[in-house]
């Protein structure tokens, strides 16, 4: 039986890189680049949206643009920010927020 299966394998390379072992390749090269690329995007996606979600008044965040301020409201696709040292009030939407800091986290650090 493995004589029969070693030989239809061994017809189905072609000279010039036959149909088969092409097929292989190309399915081996989708599946690395799906589990190196692909699915760590994924993950770091939901990460960033439960992220988010968990964001509540007093909470610290950091933007994209590098504004570091405290959450006073929430909107549905906002947030306003009390920036310091002034303490100006601005909107800013969640999607630009890179980086939180919940109230119970600091406690904890000082």
Same mark, same amino acid.
Request: aromatic share 6%; no cysteine; proline share 4%.
């Given at each position: 039986?493995?004589?029969v299966?070693?030989?239809?394998?061994?017809?189905?390379?072609?000279?010039?890189g036959? /149909?088969?072992?092409?097929?292989?390749t190309?399915?081996?090269?989708?599946?690395?680049?799906?589990?190196?690329?692909?699915?760590?995007q994924?993950r770091?996606q939901?990460k960033?949206?439960?992220?988010?979600?968990?964001?509540?008044? /007093?909470?610290?965040?950091?933007?994209?643009? /590098?504004?570091?301020?405290?959450?006073?409201?929430?909107?549905?696709?906002?947030?306003?920010?009390?920036?310091?040292?002034?303490n100006l009030r601005?909107?800013?939407?969640?999607?630009?927020?890179?980086?939180?800091?919940?109230?119970d986290?600091?406690v904890?650090t000082?």
């Amino acid at each position: 039986m493995a004589l029969v299966n070693m030989k239809f394998l061994l017809a189905l390379q072609l000279p010039g890189g036959g /149909g088969f072992s092409f097929l292989i390749t190309m399915g081996l090269m989708v599946g690395v680049f799906y589990f190196l690329v692909i699915m760590p995007q994924q993950r770091r996606q939901k990460k960033w949206q439960a992220m988010l979600e968990s964001i509540k008044t /007093g909470d610290r965040v950091t933007t994209t643009g /590098g504004l570091r301020g405290t959450v006073v409201a929430l909107k549905d696709d906002s947030i306003h920010l009390r920036v310091p040292p002034d303490n100006l009030r601005l909107e800013v939407t969640k999607a630009s927020v890179a980086q939180l800091t919940t109230a119970d986290e600091e406690v904890k650090t000082k």
